[in-house]
Every structure is written in C-alpha cells, then in structure tokens.
C-alpha cells in the first residue's frame, strides 16, 4: 500500500489565479540492510552477520563504477547511472571565444531504471491509499514537508539529485521557489538487446544526454522519433516525453 499527501505545487502553464495539487508519495517506514540481513538470514543458509556484512561493502564498488562512467547493473533489480543536469546554450554560445560547456553544468543525477519483470511485479500488486495532510489557515492542504516528493509513483525510475542527495525538495509544500519538474521516460524495443540511460526528472529547460547501450551481438539503430544521434541530447520541456531506443541484431 502506498500512502500519498495532496500538495500544493507550481503551474506556470496553468491558468493565473487557480490552485493546482499534486499526489505525492508519503513514506510509511525505512526498510534497512539490518532488516534485510534479517530477512536474507531467514531466507538462505547465509548468517545475519554475514549478509549484512556483504551488503555493507557494496557501496564503494558501486561508488567506483559509477565514477569511471559505468552503469552497474543489479541483475534482476534495475541498474544505476550517472546522468548530468545542464544549462541551455545556443550555438552562437559555443563559437564564443572562450565558452566552455563544462561551466554550464549544474551538478549531476543518479539514475535508478528498475528491471522490467521488478516494475511488472510492483505495476501488479500497487495500491494506493491517501493520509491525511496538514490543513492551512485558508483550508488548503499544505506539503507533507516528508521530503518524498519528486517521484511520479509510476515505477519506471527516480534520480537523486546532487544538489539535493534525498532525492526530494526539504520541504514539498507550494513549490513556488522550485523550477518546474519535468519526467524523461526511456525505453528500449527489447531489453535483450540493449538498454539506454538518462531517464529521470528534471528542472525545466534542462538539457538530458540519453545514451543507448547495445548489449553484445546487437547494435542500436535509431530512436522512436526517427533521430540517429546516439548519445543524442534533448531538452525537458514536455512532463512525459518518452524516447525508446532500437536495436537490432548484428
């Protein structure tokens, strides 16, 4: 069961004047690698002790890939990959003596895309249950302030942000100091053949660098609007927008 708030947010396409809300995902509790240890342990002939200690000494290996460019693949889970926030610029920028692209970069997502058969599985059982928010002085439900926001609840992936490592704003109320959040969607004709990076959401006008992967024995063809481009570059403008990579045998 997934519990949401009802929260006030920005909508500068909306009509002036007009409230605008938003469900957002309320946090029952924190699954811990202590309890995972513990269910590991109940599960297999491996100790408490022993699980937790392998959990335990995976974050730097992962810390490691992640920093050399690498997409580390959790097998039956989903993958994570680093993806880079950027300013726009404009060609004539880019002739100007001296520009440099790096300073347009704002900082860095983590990306996490969850294995197909996993978003199946949670797409199947998923209920949703609504609590109860703080109400302010004008009637108006107020953030849930959990620092949850930022996921659409749909499954198919979340990014942390490197100026924000919770993942969420510090406080989910109106969102009126916060850039409009646009989701990227990314997909692939057949996860056997490859997958692609660059899936998350995103600050509006932020330019994304999707990246589609050919997994051996195959190789990446076009994209679904036709563009050839690989790793290709588009802008957050649309909530929504989906690119699905083609692949094809070799």
Known sequence: MINYKISKVSNPQGVPGVNYYSCKASKTSDYTFKELAADISLAT???KADALAVLGSIKPFIEKALLAGRRVVLEDLGSFVIGI??????????????????????????HFRPEQELS????????????????????????????????????NGSSTDSENPAGGSDNAGDGSDEAEQIFIGTSVNDPAMGSVSGMGTYDKGTAVTLTATANAGYRFVRWSDDVTDNPRTVTADVNGAAYTAVFEAE
């Open 45 to 47: 002939t491996c100790t």
């Open 120 to 155: 199946a599985n949670i797409a199947t059982g998923i209920a949703y249950n609504r609590v109860e928010n703080v109400v302010t002085a004008t009637g108006e439900p107020a953030g849930d302030g959990n620092g949850s926001g930022g996921d659409d609840g749909s499954g």
């Open 85 to 110: 926030r950027s300013k726009c610029f404009t060609q004539a920028q880019m002739n100007e003596e001296g520009f440099s692209p790096k300073t347009q970069i704002k900082g860095y997502t983590i």
